[in-house]
């Protein structure tokens, strides 16, 4: 079965850093690429960033650019996202998903910005 | 960007309905479309993608269809397990958007 599980959410001050995990099983990791998605309290779906299956192509939103990187550890089967400089609108839940038609979802780890 | 609309941006409908949404990109994405159903509390799930193939799993009471600036999810059939929030995603061009939703409740 595919699964994905993030982790690593939690509150952080604005200006803030964290970084969020997501370890893939059931499937051949390096052979996808994987997505950030992220959901305000009440809001809907914001695509934050992806990485190709290699790691060797990524990209960003606006809202997030030169302050999120996406990274993968094609040995370990995990995604990465450093966050930095939060702001208290990055306040969300994460979610990663799986390939770009974004076939399989974790269940998501909380990241709250706020003193 | 491409911005995504949908409508209606909610419904009340019946157990037995047929339910139709609509999705719009505002420019051309020829079949980059994924359909997702979210309930509360819960993460988004895929239901279609390429505008209109099922992803395994998903009953076949869902179908999606369209190409290029419009597209519609139906379900034939409502189902309680039904009640959800749909959003739409287009994975033609970066960055990859979503649309608004559209929240299905009970009549």
């Known amino acids: 079965e595919v699964q994905l599980l993030e982790s690593g959410g939690g509150l952080v001050q604005p200006g803030g850093s964290l970084r969020l995990s997501c370890a893939g099983s059931?499937?051949?990791?390096?052979?996808?690429?994987m997505n950030w998605v992220r959901q305000a309290p009440g809001k809907g779906l914001e695509w934050v960033s992806d990485?190709?299956?290699?790691?060797?192509?990524?990209y960003y939103a606006d809202s997030v650019k030169g302050r999120f990187t996406i990274s993968r550890d094609n040995s370990k089967n995990t995604l990465h996202l450093q966050m930095n400089s939060l702001r208290a609108e990055d306040a969300a839940t994460y979610y990663c998903a799986m390939g770009v038609g974004m076939n399989v979802w974790g269940p998501g780890t909380t990241v709250t910005v706020s003193s | 960007d491409v911005q995504m609309t949908q409508s209606p941006s909610s419904l009340s409908a019946s157990v037995g309905d047929r339910v139709t949404i609509t999705c719009r990109a505002s420019?051309?994405?020829?079949?980059?479309l994924a359909w997702f159903q979210q309930k509360p509390g819960k993460a988004p799930k895929s239901l279609i993608y390429d505008a209109s193939r099922l992803q395994s799993g998903v009953p076949s009471k869902f179908s999606g269809s369209g190409s290029g600036t419009d597209f519609t999810l139906t379900i034939s059939s409502l189902q309680p397990e039904d009640f959800a929030i749909y959003f739409c995603?287009?994975?033609?061009?970066?960055?990859?958007?979503f649309g608004p939703g559209t929240k299905v409740e009970i009549k």
């Open positions: 995603q287009q994975y033609k061009t970066y960055p990859f958007t």
């Open positions: 059931g499937f051949t990791f390096r052979n996808y690429g």
């Open positions: 420019q051309g994405i020829s079949n980059s």
């Open positions: 990485i190709s299956g290699n790691g060797g192509s990524t």
